[in-house]
């Protein structure tokens, strides 16, 4: 299955501006790009890439393996994907 570039390229913007302007939303996960993820994090959606390719599933405990093979990816892929982690809700 694969996704029109363009509607790609617009969801991710609409993805990370949402994170910009609703930081303290009561929501259970935020977008982290891939530069700042860490190990231990846990992804909170699948990340699938833009020819419908699961790459990391749902509930996936990332450690720094997995996130060299993310940029790795990403760098030959050329599309950035929106990496969702879990996040406590504010109370």
């Not at 570039?5 to 939303?25: D, G, H, I, S």
């Not at 530069?35 to 890439?49: F, M, P, S, W, Y």
């Amino acid at each position: 299955k694969k996704y029109d570039p363009e509607l790609f390229r617009l969801y991710q913007k609409l993805v990370f501006e949402l994170e910009k302007t609703q930081p303290n939303a009561l929501y259970m996960d935020r977008v982290v790009p891939l530069n700042k993820l860490c190990a231990e994090q846990i992804v909170n959606r699948d990340l699938i890439n833009h020819e419908g390719m699961l790459l990391i599933a749902k509930g996936t405990v990332l450690n720094e393996s997995m996130i060299d093979k993310l940029k790795n990816h990403f760098k030959w892929d050329g599309h950035e994907l929106p990496v969702f982690i879990f996040q406590e809700a504010e109370q």
